[in-house]
């Protein structure tokens, strides 16, 4: 007797448990929501990021149209498709998608949370089961992919050591075939929001080794530089297609290694004074 007694008790138990679990929505009408997942982009990447607008409901003879806001700090970072703050699931679709697509700005600004929010004055109710507490808002991160710089480190006057590396020609340099000095001066360059940038001039008293109003790009992601103009023209001899570059901060070092032509390896170094 107790034996059978004991199997009602768990008969109970487990038939109370599974109602409790039980979620029921009394939403005839239907109701929409956002997908669940969270979401990060890099500015740089190729592809959007989607977003899609759920519709819970049996059918959708005639579609939905859904009003959606996207807010952030800084708009000017990414674009929104579609961008009228309104989408249509069409008749016969359950979903649709919201695109944020980020734009590569080659500032170093930090990463970017951008919230997409269903709106609440919609025709039919929001979040899931319409009940308005989950599944309202989805927050997409768009990762900074520019490495900050000091760039005020690489203002100033910088002398100037170059030379050939190997070769017949090392360890000398331009400066010794031509009986030249070289010495140039950074500046931060005019109009450039990105704090990267530097314009070279060649010091008063000394030779041109890379033509005045150069400038200078530092990629503070791979620790290298480029010129905005392309490989830079050395010593009014060749242009430099350099194979590597590096530069210090706390030195205030400039470094670009390479063939010169076909004179051999060689190497410029700026050091700030």
Do not use: H
Request: charged share 15%.
């Amino acid at each position: 007797m107790k034996k059978y007694i004991s199997l009602i008790v768990l008969a109970f138990v487990a038939l109370t448990s599974c109602e409790e679990d039980l979620l029921v929505y009394d939403t005839p009408d239907g109701f929409i929501q956002l997908s669940a997942e969270s979401g990060s982009i890099t500015e740089d990447a190729a592809t959007s990021i989607v977003t899609q607008v759920l519709l819970g409901r049996g059918t959708n003879e005639s579609g939905v149209t859904v009003s959606f806001s996207v807010t952030s700090s800084d708009p000017s970072r990414y674009v929104v498709s579609p961008s009228t703050g309104t989408i249509d699931i069409p008749a016969g679709e359950f979903s649709a998608d919201i695109e944020i697509t980020p734009i590569d700005n080659f500032a170093a600004d930090g990463d970017l949370d951008v919230v997409i929010e269903l709106s609440s004055g919609n025709s039919l109710p929001i979040g899931i089961g319409g009940e308005g507490g989950f599944n309202t808002t989805r927050t997409i991160t768009i990762i900074d992919n520019d490495c900050p710089v000091d760039i005020n480190a690489f203002v100033g006057t910088f002398t100037v050591f170059e030379n050939f590396t190997a070769g017949v020609n090392s360890p000398n340099g331009l400066s010794d075939f031509f009986n030249e000095s070289y010495q140039v001066e950074l500046a931060l360059a005019p109009g450039d929001t990105s704090g990267t940038k530097v314009v070279i001039t060649n010091s008063v008293g000394f030779n041109e080794y890379i033509p005045d109003g150069t400038v200078m790009t530092f990629l503070a992601c791979s620790g290298t530089v480029s010129f905005d103009a392309g490989f830079p023209r050395v010593g009014d001899f060749r242009t430099f297609a350099y194979t590597d570059s590096s530069y210090d901060e706390v030195a205030g070092v400039i470094q670009c290694t390479g063939p010169l032509a076909t004179f051999g390896p060689y190497q410029f170094t700026f050091t700030r004074q």
